[in-house]
């Protein structure tokens, strides 16, 4: 079956220590978003990439990174400038990105910084 | 800009009840909405989604939603409650470029 996979589920981080949280999709969906869930405000946008080798910044970008070499794959890094890094960490796929555009979500990762 | 705002971070039901989940819009073009689920520890599924062919939306699992323009709102509504619809529902608008923005998320607990 088609989907995205996240991995890991689960992650603990010494600060100071970048990581990294895989996202891979076999859809064949051009778009790709990465959202950061904390409780009690919703789903935040992150980064987007609307086409290989190109991303954009959303509304919290600061202290996180992508890539977007492949279709399949878009890996985000969470450095060691992000603040307050520990949250839940969605990343979901679409075909397009036009206005009744349908996001397909993976299960999550989240990360956690002791 | 585009924004969504639910009313009530939670809503407790007894099972069988009415469910109502409120959300309110607020955007300066037409708005295409959705309503997605999400389950403890899991991404989000799609509901429904509204994009101006009706304004009754129905969706999945025996949910629906109605597009009031007047009113800018997109509540989400489900006749009898099961156990298993507890979970966090969030409402979200089309914000250009295919990425959604969320509101803040209401969390539905049924009661037996």
């Known amino acids: 079956d088609g989907g995205i996979t996240q991995s890991p589920k689960y992650l603990f981080r010494k600060e100071g220590q970048n990581v990294t949280l895989s996202c891979e999709q076999n859809?064949?969906?051009?778009?790709m978003y990465w959202y950061r869930q904390d409780p009690g405000q919703g789903l935040r946008l992150i980064y987007y990439s609307q086409i290989v080798n190109d991303f954009q910044k959303g509304d919290i970008a600061e202290g996180y990174s992508v890539s977007r070499e492949k279709k399949e794959s878009f890996p985000l890094t969470v450095t060691s400038a992000q603040k307050n890094p520990t949250a839940f960490y969605l990343c979901?796929?679409?075909?397009?990105?036009?206005?009744?555009?349908?996001?397909?979500f993976g299960a999550g990762s989240r990360l956690t910084v002791l | 800009a585009q924004s969504v705002t639910q009313l009530g971070s939670h809503v407790s039901v007894s099972e069988g009840a009415l469910v109502l989940l409120r959300c309110n819009y607020s955007s300066s073009v037409p708005p295409y909405l959705f309503w997605y689920v999400q389950y403890p520890n899991q991404g989000l599924q799609l509901l429904l989604k509204?994009?101006?062919?009706?304004?009754l939306v129905k969706g999945i699992n025996g949910f629906e939603a109605e597009f009031k323009k007047s009113e800018t709102s997109f509540h989400l509504t489900k006749p009898s409650a099961h156990m298993s619809d507890a979970a966090e529902y969030f409402c979200a608008v089309n914000g250009g470029t295919g990425k959604l923005i969320f509101g803040q998320g209401t969390t539905l607990q049924v009661k037996p």
């Open positions: 509204y994009t101006s062919a009706a304004t």
């Open positions: 979901a796929s679409s075909t397009g990105t036009g206005l009744t555009n349908v996001l397909t």
């Open positions: 859809l064949n969906h051009d778009a």
